[in-house]
C-alpha cells in the first residue's frame, strides 16, 4: 500500500513541478518577445523560411500589443475598445463600444467590469445607449445612467447632457469604493482574529446546513450549541465573535461573545456614520456608539478600547 | 372540526415554530420519504441543538412517564437530548439505509408530531437538496417614483441607496402585519452561507385560528399547496417567488389566491414612508436556482447573457497584469470577435493548423468553423451541463411578414430580407405565450404581422440551440441574437429581430 502512495504522492508533485515549469517558460517566452531589439533582428536577418519568419514577427507583434494594452489598463484604470455584436439584427451593424473598469485592491488587479454600449439612435450617432453590462446589481448603474447618458425615448425633454468621461468615472468610483469597503471589512475580520472566508463558510455549513434561521427568537443567545465553545467564551476574554456585512457594505453587523451587538451604517467612501450598540438586554452602550463613528479601519481597535 | 380541551378562538398571532403537526401527516409523510439519509441525519442533529430544542422538543423519557398506560413503542425513549445526538451521531458514522432513519424520526423521536421549525428546515434541505424541483419566478422591487423627491432619485451620492433594504427582523414583522389579518401562517426566514441566498418559507393556514389542533385538522385536502416560497438574492433587488408543490400536484384555485396574497404583501413589507416599492416582472421563469443564479442574482452576470458571458467570466480581458501570450489559451481570449475575423485569428495563433486542416478536408475544416462560430455566439454559456438550463423559452415575433420571399436567402444585410432568417426555423404556435401589446400590432396595419410565436423547450434550451448551431443545422452567423439566450429572459416580444428591452439599463 506504502508504495502505491509513495507513487500517488510523486506524482502529484511531478505534476506540480511540470506546471510550475510551463508557467516559467511562458513566463521566459513573453520576456522574450518583449525584448525591444527582437523585431528589428526579425527583419534584419535573412531567414531561410519566410513564413516562420512573418509567425515570428506575428508573434512578436501579438506581444508587443499586449505589452501596450496592459500598461494603458494598469494606469489608466477605465479604458475603452470596440467590438462587434455578431448578431445579425443588432443595431447600428454591431459596432459597441466597451468600456473597461480595473479594480485593484491592495497591489493586486482583482476584478474586470466592462459596460457595453451601443449607438440605437440612426440619426444621432453620438448618442450612446448601455447595451450590456457585467456590473453587478449592488452597484447603482442604473441612477448613473440616467444622470450622465440621456435616456432614449420620452425623456428627451428634460435630456442631460452625455457624458461619458464622467459617467464612467463615478461608476469606477462606485465600483472600487464598493470593492475597498469589502476588503477593509475583511480587514478588520482579521484583526478581530476570526477566521477567513474559506473556514468560515466550512463552519457555517457544518453549523447551519440550512442557513443560518433569522427568526428564532425565543432562544436566541444560546448561539454556541458545542459545549466546548461555550465554556470558552465564558471563560475566556470577551471577544468579537462574528462580524457580517450586507452584499453592497453599507451595514454591517458585529456580535460578541457576551452578547453584546452592534449594527452600524457606512457611508460609500467606508466612513461609519452612525452606529448602534447594545447589550444582551438591549441596552444602548452611548460611549461605544460614539466611539465607532470614523473610518471603516481601525474600528476593531476604536472599539476594543474599552 | 377536531375537538381540544383548551378554548379555540379567532386571534391575531402567527403560528409558531414549536407548533406540531401530527407525523401521520400526509404533508410530512411525504417530505420525510424524500429526503436522504444523510440529509436527515445532519436535520436531525440540527434540530437537536440547544438553540433549536424550544421549537423541535423531541419525545423524551420523561414524556412517556406522563401519558401513562401506553403500549410498548418501537423505539425506546430517549433520556436526554445529548443521547439523542449521540444515537444520530452513531448512525452517521455507520452506514444504513433512509427508513432506518426516517422511522427513528417519526415514529421515535417525535412520534408525538413534527412542528412547523422541523417541518420548514426539512423542506428548506430538500429544496438545497434538488435545486431543480420547484418552478421559479423571478421579480424586481422596484420604486414607485415619487413625484416630491424625483430628482433625487438621480443623484448618486455618498449615503444614497437604490437597493430596497433588506432588515430581516423588519421584513418578517411588516409581512406578518400585513398577512396576519387575512391568514396563519408560519414563517421561516434562513440566511444561506454556501450561496448568496436568503429563503423565506410561508406556510399558509387558511383559518382563522392559529392553534396546533386547526393546524392538524385543516390538512385533509392535499392538494393545496401549502407554503410559498421567496428567495432574496443578497445585494440586488430581485425577489425569486415560487409555489412549493410536489410533482404532479395540481394547485387549486384556492391556493393561487392565497399566494397571490403573500406575494402582493412583499413589496408593502419592503415600503418604508416616502418610499414604496412594487412588484415588477422581469419576464424570467425557469426551473433551474442554478439559472435564477446566473441570470437574476447578485452578480456580474445579469445583464451579460449568451455570448457576452466571456465579459462577466473575465475570458475576454486578460488580468492586467498577464503579460503571457504564448499560453494555450489563447483560443478564448478573442472570444467575441472570434465569430468575425476567425481566420486571422488562427492565422496568427498556428501557422502548421492551417496546412493540417487543408489536408483534412473541407469537412472538417467547416465544422471546425462551426465550433468556432458556436464559441463566439454562445461566448462560455450554454454548456450542456452547467446546471443553468433553462427549460422553457417562448418568444412572439411582432415583426411584418416577410413581403419579398425570394431575395430572402442571399442577401442578409439588408432589412427587409431581416424576418426571412427566422422562417426555416420549426416555429410552433404556442397558446400559452402571453398577448399583451396586440393594440400596438394592430397599428401598423400597413404591413401584415401574423401573430407568430415560437417556443423552445426542452432541459436545456440553449444549449440545444449551440449545439445545433455546431452540427450546422442552424447558421451560427445569421441566427438572431435572441436565439443565443442574450437578452436574459424566458417570454419575450421579437421586434426588429431583436428582444424588446424596457428601461435604460438592462438587468438592473
Known amino acids: 500500500m506504502s508504495t502505491v502512495e509513495e507513487l500517488d504522492n510523486e506524482i502529484v508533485n511531478i505534476r506540480a513541478q511540470i506546471a510550475n515549469l510551463q508557467a516559467h517558460r511562458s513566463n521566459l517566452g513573453s520576456i522574450l518577445l518583449s525584448s525591444p531589439q527582437l523585431s528589428t533582428r526579425l527583419e534584419q536577418r535573412s531567414a531561410s523560411n519566410d513564413r516562420q519568419r512573418r509567425n515570428a514577427s506575428k508573434v512578436v507583434k501579438k506581444q508587443s500589443d499586449r505589452n501596450a494594452e496592459n500598461v494603458y489598463r494598469a494606469c489608466a484604470g477605465v479604458t475603452a475598445y470596440k467590438v462587434k455584436d455578431p448578431d445579425p439584427n443588432a443595431v447600428d451593424d454591431g459596432n459597441i463600444l466597451g468600456v473597461r473598469i480595473e479594480v485593484s485592491v491592495e497591489g493586486r488587479f482583482i476584478d474586470t467590469y466592462h459596460v457595453l454600449f451601443n449607438r440605437p439612435h440612426p440619426r444621432h450617432k453620438t448618442v450612446l445607449k448601455i447595451h450590456k453590462h457585467t456590473v453587478p446589481p449592488c452597484i447603482a448603474i442604473r441612477p448613473l445612467a440616467n444622470r450622465f447618458l440621456p435616456m432614449s425615448q420620452k425623456d428627451a425633454t428634460t435630456a442631460t447632457e452625455q457624458d461619458l468621461l464622467k459617467f464612467g468615472r463615478s461608476l469606477r468610483k462606485e465600483i472600487v469604493a464598493w470593492h475597498l469597503r469589502t476588503a477593509a471589512v475583511e480587514r478588520l475580520r482579521q484583526n478581530a482574529g476570526l477566521p477567513d472566508k474559506a473556514t468560515r463558510a466550512a463552519e457555517e455549513q457544518r453549523k447551519h446546513p440550512v442557513g443560518q434561521v433569522l427568526n428564532n427568537f425565543v432562544s436566541d443567545g444560546e448561539e454556541d450549541s458545542d459545549e466546548e465553545e461555550r465554556r470558552r467564551t465564558r471563560l475566556g476574554p470577551v471577544k468579537i465573535v462574528a462580524i457580517d456585512c450586507d452584499m453592497s457594505v453599507s451595514e454591517i453587523q458585529v456580535t460578541w461573545s457576551d452578547g453584546r451587538s452592534a449594527t452600524m451604517k457606512v457611508m460609500k467612501d467606508g466612513r461609519i456614520e452612525r452606529g448602534v450598540f447594545r447589550t444582551k438586554e438591549g441596552v444602548r452602550i452611548l460611549d461605544m456608539s460614539k466611539r465607532a463613528i470614523g473610518r471603516l479601519e481601525g474600528l476593531v481597535e476604536r472599539i476594543r478600547a474599552s | 372540526m377536531a375537538p381540544h380541551a383548551s378554548i379555540t378562538a379567532p386571534d391575531y398571532r402567527n403560528i409558531p415554530h414549536s407548533h406540531r403537526l401530527p407525523s401521520s401527516n400526509r404533508e410530512v409523510q411525504r417530505l420525510f420519504g424524500k429526503l436522504s439519509r444523510s440529509s436527515l441525519l445532519s436535520l436531525a442533529q440540527q434540530w437537536l441543538t440547544k438553540k433549536n430544542r424550544d421549537f423541535c422538543r423531541p419525545y423524551l423519557f420523561s414524556d412517556q412517564a406522563n401519558d401513562a398506560g401506553e403500549e410498548t413503542a418501537a423505539y425506546e425513549a430517549a433520556h436526554s437530548c445529548e443521547e439523542l445526538i449521540e444515537i444520530y451521531k452513531d448512525m452517521e458514522s455507520r452506514r444504513g439505509g433512509r427508513a432506518e432513519v426516517r422511522d427513528r424520526i417519526l415514529e421515535g423521536d417525535w412520534r408525538h408530531g413534527i412542528s412547523m421549525y422541523q417541518l420548514a428546515t426539512a423542506e428548506i434541505q430538500q429544496l438545497l437538496d434538488h435545486p431543480n424541483a420547484l418552478r421559479w419566478t423571478a421579480k424586481r422591487l422596484a420604486k414607485i417614483p415619487n413625484t416630491k423627491g424625483a430628482s433625487r432619485d438621480m443623484e448618486v451620492t455618498s449615503e444614497s441607496e437604490?437597493?430596497?433594504?433588506?432588515?430581516?427582523?423588519?421584513?418578517?414583522?411588516?409581512?406578518?402585519?400585513?398577512?396576519?389579518?387575512?391568514?396563519?401562517?408560519?414563517?421561516?426566514?434562513?440566511?444561506?452561507?454556501?450561496?448568496?441566498?436568503?429563503?423565506?418559507?410561508?406556510?399558509?393556514?387558511?383559518?382563522?385560528?392559529?392553534?396546533?389542533?386547526?393546524?392538524?385538522?385543516?390538512?385533509?385536502?392535499?392538494?393545496?399547496?401549502?407554503?410559498?416560497?421567496?428567495?432574496?438574492?443578497?445585494?440586488?433587488?430581485?425577489?425569486?417567488?415560487?409555489?412549493?408543490?410536489?410533482?404532479?400536484?395540481?394547485?387549486?384555485?384556492?391556493?393561487?389566491?392565497?399566494?397571490?396574497?403573500?406575494?402582493?404583501?412583499?413589496?408593502?413589507?419592503?415600503?418604508?414612508?416616502?418610499?414604496?416599492?412594487?412588484?415588477?416582472?422581469?419576464?424570467?421563469?425557469?426551473?433551474?436556482?442554478?439559472?435564477?443564479?446566473?441570470?437574476?442574482?447578485?452578480?456580474?452576470?445579469?445583464?451579460?447573457?449568451?455570448?457576452?458571458?466571456?465579459?462577466?467570466?473575465?475570458?475576454?480581458?486578460?488580468?492586467?497584469?498577464?503579460?503571457?501570450?504564448?499560453?494555450?489559451?489563447?483560443?478564448?481570449?478573442?472570444?467575441?470577435?472570434?465569430?468575425?475575423?476567425?481566420?486571422?485569428?488562427?492565422?496568427?495563433?498556428?501557422?502548421?493548423?492551417?496546412?493540417?486542416?487543408?489536408?483534412?478536408?473541407?469537412?472538417?475544416?467547416?465544422?471546425?468553423?462551426?465550433?468556432?462560430?458556436?464559441?463566439?455566439?454562445?461566448?462560455?454559456?450554454?454548456?450542456?451541463?452547467?446546471?443553468?438550463?433553462?427549460?422553457?423559452?417562448?418568444?412572439?415575433?411582432?415583426?411584418?411578414?416577410?413581403?419579398?420571399?425570394?431575395?430572402?436567402?442571399?442577401?442578409?444585410?439588408?432589412?427587409?430580407?431581416?424576418?426571412?432568417?427566422?422562417?426555416?426555423?420549426?416555429?410552433?404556435?404556442?397558446?400559452?405565450?402571453?398577448?399583451?401589446?396586440?393594440?400596438?400590432?394592430?397599428?401598423?396595419?400597413?404591413?401584415?404581422?401574423?401573430?407568430?410565436?415560437?417556443?423552445?423547450?426542452?432541459?436545456?434550451?440553449?444549449?440545444?440551440?449551440?449545439?445545433?448551431?455546431?452540427?450546422?443545422?442552424?447558421?451560427?452567423?445569421?441566427?438572431?441574437?435572441?436565439?443565443?439566450?442574450?437578452?436574459?429572459?424566458?417570454?419575450?416580444a421579437v421586434k426588429n429581430g431583436r428582444i424588446r428591452t424596457k428601461g435604460s439599463v438592462p438587468g438592473v
Open chain 2, 162 to 492: 437604490h437597493l430596497p433594504r433588506f432588515h430581516a427582523q423588519t421584513v418578517m414583522a411588516n409581512l406578518a402585519k400585513e398577512l396576519t389579518p387575512l391568514m396563519k401562517a408560519h414563517y421561516l426566514l434562513t440566511r444561506l452561507k454556501t450561496m448568496p441566498l436568503t429563503i423565506l418559507r410561508v406556510y399558509v393556514h387558511d383559518s382563522p385560528y392559529s392553534s396546533e389542533a386547526s393546524l392538524a385538522s385543516s390538512n385533509q385536502s392535499t392538494d393545496a399547496a401549502k407554503a410559498v416560497y421567496f428567495i432574496w438574492p443578497n445585494g440586488s433587488p430581485f425577489v425569486w417567488i415560487s409555489l412549493a408543490t410536489h410533482l404532479g400536484q395540481i394547485v387549486g384555485e384556492e391556493a393561487r389566491t392565497l399566494r397571490d396574497t403573500v406575494v402582493s404583501a412583499i413589496p408593502k413589507a419592503f415600503s418604508r414612508s416616502n418610499s414604496r416599492y412594487q412588484l415588477v416582472s422581469t419576464t424570467f421563469t425557469t426551473r433551474k436556482l442554478g439559472a435564477m443564479l446566473v441570470m437574476r442574482g447578485s452578480g456580474k452576470t445579469n445583464a451579460a447573457g449568451g455570448g457576452w458571458s466571456i465579459f462577466a467570466d473575465n475570458s475576454f480581458s486578460q488580468n492586467t497584469l498577464d503579460f503571457i501570450t504564448t499560453a494555450k489559451a489563447d483560443a478564448l481570449e478573442k472570444g467575441k470577435a472570434a465569430a468575425d475575423n476567425e481566420d486571422t485569428m488562427s492565422g496568427s495563433k498556428q501557422g502548421p493548423g492551417q496546412l493540417k486542416r487543408a489536408l483534412e478536408g473541407p469537412e472538417a475544416s467547416q465544422a471546425d468553423h462551426r465550433k468556432r462560430v458556436a464559441a463566439g455566439r454562445f461566448g462560455s454559456s450554454a454548456k450542456p451541463n452547467d446546471g443553468r438550463g433553462l427549460e422553457r423559452f417562448e418568444v412572439r415575433i411582432d415583426d411584418p411578414f416577410p413581403t419579398n420571399v425570394q431575395q430572402g436567402g442571399e442577401a442578409m444585410d439588408e432589412d427587409n430580407a431581416r424576418p426571412s432568417s427566422r422562417r426555416g426555423r420549426k416555429g410552433r404556435p404556442s397558446l400559452l405565450d402571453r398577448s399583451e401589446q396586440e393594440r400596438e400590432e394592430l397599428d401598423n396595419a400597413d404591413n401584415w404581422c401574423p401573430d407568430v410565436r415560437i417556443t423552445f423547450s426542452g432541459s436545456h434550451v440553449f444549449a440545444g440551440i449551440r449545439q445545433l448551431v455546431e452540427e450546422g443545422v442552424v447558421d451560427g452567423e445569421k441566427m438572431p441574437g435572441w436565439m443565443t439566450g442574450e437578452a436574459g429572459v424566458t417570454t419575450g
